[in-house]
């Protein structure tokens, strides 16, 4: 099946700062989004990116899918950014998303 | 919010008992899921349904099936808890069918210790 890595598997930042997370994945893809499970367990939707560019308030998203990557930006991070950071991706009709491992966010204030 | 409950949220069981954890959707998408969540594992998907009575198998769906009478209800059992089902449960819903919407949205999850 596919497979789905996250880089780097944990981040500290100070509040105001800037992030980069990534998701490389092994095969083209249908599906790929981004999630943030906050510290409640909450698995929150970030961003529907299969292909192309994104932008909600302080969170961006690319997807370069000819070159199998995706990267979430966090523009002047806050606390309440802290939490995990999945990327998803799924590449066939069953519409079965494969989780990378994901990336562990500490905003300290 | 997308409009998905799950319940119970928090159950401990013992050993060799079934239990059934619900799934329960007001948004009416064709498409609902079942993934646990683990350590080390991230999230990993059991078993899904692709609409009434149509169900099919995901990576890890050994020791549980599913059940899907009505669109809105999709249930969970595990027909004897073992330990190494202790996880958290998250059930998932998406319309893949409806053009340019094919996102998944996640309910709260549902803890399960096993003793």
């Known amino acids: 099946g596919i497979q789905v890595e996250q880089s780097p598997p944990d981040l500290i930042l100070q509040e105001g700062a800037n992030s980069t997370l990534r998701c490389n994945f092994s095969d083209s893809v249908n599906n790929l989004q981004w999630f943030h499970q906050n510290p409640w367990g909450q698995l929150i939707n970030l961003f529907y990116?299969?292909?192309g560019t994104k932008q909600n308030g302080r969170l961006s998203a690319t997807t370069v899918a000819t070159e199998r990557y995706s990267l979430l930006y966090i523009s002047s991070s806050q606390t309440t950014d802290s939490g995990v950071y999945f990327c998803?991706?799924?590449?066939?009709?069953?519409?079965?998303?494969?989780f990378g491992g994901g990336t562990r966010l500490m905003v300290k204030p | 919010d997308a409009g998905i409950t799950q319940s119970p949220r928090h159950k401990v069981t013992e050993t060799g008992t079934p239990v059934t954890l619900r799934c329960h959707q007001t948004?009416?998408?064709?498409?609902m899921y079942w993934y646990r969540q683990d350590p080390g594992h991230g999230l990993r998907l059991i078993h899904y349904?692709?609409?009434?009575?149509?169900?099919d198998k995901g990576e890890v769906s050994d020791g549980y099936s599913v059940s899907r009478s009505k669109t809105e209800d999709f249930l969970l059992t595990l027909e004897s808890a073992t330990s190494s089902q202790t996880s958290v449960y998250f059930c998932?819903?998406?319309?893949?069918?409806?053009?340019?919407?094919?996102?998944?949205?996640f309910g709260p999850g549902t803890r399960l210790t096993v003793l």
């Open positions: 998932a819903i998406s319309s893949p069918d409806r053009v340019f919407y094919n996102e998944q949205f």
């Open positions: 948004e009416n998408h064709r498409y």
């Open positions: 990116i299969p292909s």
């Open positions: 349904s692709y609409g009434v009575k149509d169900t």
């Open positions: 998803a991706v799924d590449n066939n009709a069953g519409n079965m998303l494969t």
